[in-house]
């Protein structure tokens, strides 16, 4: 299993990649380039060296659209940890802190082994921070860019770990809405945890509290249903999230590039997602099979639940295919649509082809005029009883001969009955 290096690594080059890596180890202060989901640019600040609450601050590691995240040290503790500052623009929005409260609450109740823990969060001297575990390690964007497309079992393993903090955190109602390679963090130890929960969605939470300069998520890995609504996805937008992830894993490109943020958002709603052999990389059937289930347009034909996406999951390690789900797939309209013309054009076909074809059955009327008539077969009498034993034979002198005897000639007629009538026995009776 590959792991990551433990020294720092420098910042990426992509200037389309948005780096908000919470709790990433010192690898120099990134800003947000014009090709990420942020719609503004904040002021920069460095506050390294200064002291926020309890906590002394280091160094920056990372800028993003929310804020920026410094190296930290809590002096009570004595411990490193990473802070998240929100930035001064959005420190004077109410709906932002609102928003960004909400976060760190969310955030706060997850406790896995492949989530990044969030520890605290408060107000100091105007700043408006949250506090989580350093991670000793880099995000996989990064990566990727350094190390470059990862191998399948690798990139299988790292993928399974973020499924299964997404289905933690799923469990406790709460959705990402912002999966992405920079926001899966991945130690020295090989271990995935997901962070940046700045996006999350607390499903039990009525408020329409949004981010709109955030809100979106990622561009590059954004579900169609999520630039439309964002406000009301479900879980199976971080499913389309996961599976282009592991694409981008698997061949170490995006799916779609654009001039804008609203050309790929528009790719992802309308085109075909390429796939391995289209982004230089042939993947195995089944892998194709499972990433076009994961980032099926519309939610219906994604997976609906973790577990069933888990146990897909593991038949694709097996080198099985994922199941079919057919009942999504009669589901979707545009399937239904296809069916119906599929059924039209069969039933149009079925009655023209009698008519453009030519008759190709035999003609047997004029098949049957021309052979002769066969043969009738004699007609046999009916069988006669054989009635030889009952016919008299002529005692010729020899009383003791009876009829069936041997030598005893047949007469040509049967025996007269031996019965005699009652008139004839009282006729012969008369002296």
Not at 400 to 417: D, I, T, V
Request: proline fraction near 10%; charged fraction near 25%; aromatic fraction near 6%.
């Amino acid at each position: 299993m590959s792991k990551s290096p433990s020294s720092p690594a420098p910042a990426p080059s992509d200037p389309d990649e948005e780096t908000l890596a919470s709790g990433q180890v010192p690898r120099g202060p990134v800003t947000p380039p014009a090709g990420s989901a942020i719609a503004f640019k904040p002021k920069e600040r460095n506050l390294s060296g200064t002291q926020l609450g309890e906590y002394h601050l280091v160094r920056k590691l990372a800028e993003g659209g929310m804020g920026e995240v410094y190296e930290a040290v809590q002096l009570k503790l004595d411990r490193r940890v990473a802070v998240k500052l929100l930035s001064e623009e959005l420190s004077r929005e109410p709906e932002f802190l609102a928003r960004f409260e909400r976060e760190a609450k969310s955030a706060a109740a997850l406790n896995h082994p492949n989530v990044v823990q969030v520890y605290d969060f408060g107000c100091a001297q105007g700043h408006h921070y949250f506090v989580m575990e350093l991670v000793d390690g880099t995000d996989l964007s990064v990566f990727v860019k350094e190390h470059g497309k990862l191998a399948i079992p690798d990139a299988l393993h790292y993928f399974e770990q973020a499924v299964n903090a997404l289905k933690f955190a799923l469990a406790h109602a709460i959705i990402h809405r912002d999966v992405k390679p920079a926001n899966l963090m991945l130690t020295s130890d090989g271990i995935v945890k997901v962070s940046d929960l700045g996006l999350a969605k607390k499903l039990t939470d009525d408020s329409d509290v949004t981010m709109t300069v955030v809100g979106m998520g990622s561009p590059h890995f954004l579900a169609p249903e999520q630039a439309d609504d964002a406000a009301h996805v479900d879980h199976r937008a971080d499913i389309y999230a996961l599976g282009v992830t592991l694409l981008y894993l698997l061949t170490g490109k995006r799916p779609f590039e654009g001039a804008s943020n609203f050309s790929v958002v528009l790719a992802h709603a309308n085109k075909p997602l390429p796939t391995g052999i289209e982004l230089g990389t042939a993947l195995p059937d089944e892998l194709e099979a499972f990433i076009k289930r994961l980032t099926a347009k519309r939610p219906e034909g994604r997976y609906q639940n973790y577990d069933e996406l888990l146990a897909d999951l593991r038949s694709v390690k097996a080198g099985h295919r994922p199941r079919v789900n057919w009942l999504q797939l009669i589901r979707d309209p545009r399937n239904l649509q296809r069916l119906a013309i599929a059924a039209v054009a069969i039933l149009i076909l079925a009655l023209a082809v009698p008519l453009i074809l030519p008759d190709k059955r035999p003609d047997t009327t004029a098949k049957a005029a021309a052979q002769p008539p066969a043969p009738s077969a004699p007609i046999q009498p009916p069988a006669q009883p054989d009635d030889t034993h009952l016919r008299p034979r002529p005692s010729g002198g020899k009383a003791n001969l009876q009829p069936g005897q041997p030598n005893a000639p047949l007469l040509p007629f049967p025996p007269p009955s031996a019965k005699i009538s009652p008139r004839c026995r009282t006729a012969r009776s008369i002296p």
